[in-house]
């Protein structure tokens, strides 16, 4: 097997897919903002379905190039910043559950009446979960970086 071959077409499909997902979350606190329509709804409810499959496919790619690609699990399941890597986004999907059952409620609400505006203080705690995440999104390409350099090598 050609490791450098493999972990080059990973690590590519990885960075694509992180910056697919920062889009995501862009368009999202973009959208969700006071005067949002039912057209916002609708939209923000088919972004935020994308959301999930590309944190899905993220953490598969992810795992595929610590396990398959050049460097190999040793290096990645030894490495403290790779688990801080990991447990970061791990606590962003967590965070992202919030936004997302207001989305699925305001579709729902939606769907029963046309006219329907979210409340104010939904939307401000909705953009505030997206916030948090924005935040420690920004976290996972010093913890790569860092991760990648050989930094945070635990001695076992």
């Known amino acids: 097997m050609d490791f450098a071959a493999a972990d080059l077409h990973l690590a590519i499909a990885h960075h694509l897919l992180v910056f697919a997902l920062a889009g995501i979350l862009a368009f999202e ?3 969700i903002r006071a005067g949002m329509t039912g057209k916002d709804i609708v939209r923000v409810g088919r972004v935020d379905l994308w959301y999930g499959i ?34 970061t986004f791990a606590v962003i999907g967590l965070l992202s559950i919030a936004p997302t059952l207001v989305i ?18 939904r939307i401000r705690r909705a953009r505030r979960f997206l916030w ?4 420690l999104f920004a976290l996972l390409p010093a913890f790569a970086a860092a ?10």
């Open 29 to 31: 606190i973009g959208v």
């Open 54 to 87: 590309l944190a899905a496919a993220i953490v598969l790619v992810g795992f595929s190039r610590a396990i398959f690609a050049a460097k190999g699990w040793a290096f990645y399941s030894h490495n403290m910043f790779f688990w801080a890597k990991i447990a």
């Open 104 to 121: 699925l409620r305001w579709r729902r609400a939606l769907k029963g009446n046309d006219a329907f505006v979210p409340e104010a203080n």
């Open 132 to 135: 948090l995440e924005i935040l």
């Open 147 to 156: 991760m990648a350099r050989g930094y945070g090598m635990m001695n076992l």
